[in-house]
Structure formats: structure tokens, C-alpha cells
């Protein structure tokens, strides 16, 4: 079992910075494939980015690329999501995940889930 807890959600101005965390709990933490979604109003979950226990990236979805940045601290347990230059579309319900299929963007690939994290983004 793995429980999950984002953190560092809350309202920036378009052009701001945003660090979300996911914090897990449960002993296997490092085996999984730690992935963020995030969901704005009237939408699916969408796939953000996903990182292995060594630090292998799936390739991040292009509307956040370039942008934003996916890491983990396995000491800590960890997960985090950099987000840089801001803008209206971001605005969403970002979710952590933890999954054991690595490159998959399916929502369907991740087993546990956070409560998710509200960013909202400001014109």
C-alpha cells in the first residue's frame, strides 16, 4: 500500500513558479513509477510527467514542456513538480500517482492516487 499527499498548491499570477510535493508513504515507495496528472474543470485527467525510482523520465506532455520539471527524493519519499512560467491554461486539480508501468500516460496504469492539489493561475 502506498498513501499519497500533495502539498504546495494555491493561486500565482501567470509568468509565476509553483513547486507541488507528493509525499508517500509505504515501504516500496521506491519501486514505483511516480507519475502527475492534473484535471481542470470540465476535463479529463491528463498526464503530465512520471519519473522511475533511478530518475528516468517519460517524456513530459507537451504542453508543459520546457516548463516544468519532475523529480523525486527516495531519502524523503518524496516527489516533486517544478512549474515555471505559469499561464491561464495550468489551472487545474494537479494529482500524484504511483504506478509500476514506466512511459505509460494512462491514468489506468497508476494504482494509488493523492487527493490532489489545487493550482490556480491568474491572468
Known amino acids: 500500500q502506498v498513501q499519497l499527499v500533495e502539498s504546495g498548491g494555491g493561486l500565482v499570477q501567470a509568468g509565476g513558479s509553483l513547486r507541488l510535493s507528493c509525499a508517500a508513504s509505504g515501504r516500496t515507495f521506491r519501486t514505483y513509477i511516480m507519475g502527475w496528472f492534473r484535471q481542470a474543470p470540465g476535463k479529463e485527467r491528463e498526464f503530465v510527467a512520471s519519473?522511475?525510482?533511478?530518475?528516468?523520465?517519460?517524456p513530459y506532455a507537451d504542453s508543459v514542456k520546457g516548463r516544468f520539471t519532475i523529480s523525486r527524493d527516495n531519502a524523503k519519499n518524496t516527489v516533486y513538480l517544478q512549474m515555471n512560467s505559469l499561464n491561464t491554461e495550468d489551472t487545474a486539480v494537479y494529482y500524484c500517482?504511483?504506478?509500476?508501468?514506466?512511459?505509460?500516460?494512462?491514468?489506468?496504469?497508476?494504482?494509488?492516487w493523492g487527493q490532489g492539489t489545487q493550482v490556480t493561475v491568474s491572468s
Open positions: 500517482a504511483a504506478g509500476a508501468t514506466f512511459g505509460s500516460r494512462s491514468t489506468a496504469s497508476y494504482d494509488y
Open positions: 519519473i522511475t525510482w533511478s530518475g528516468a523520465i517519460t
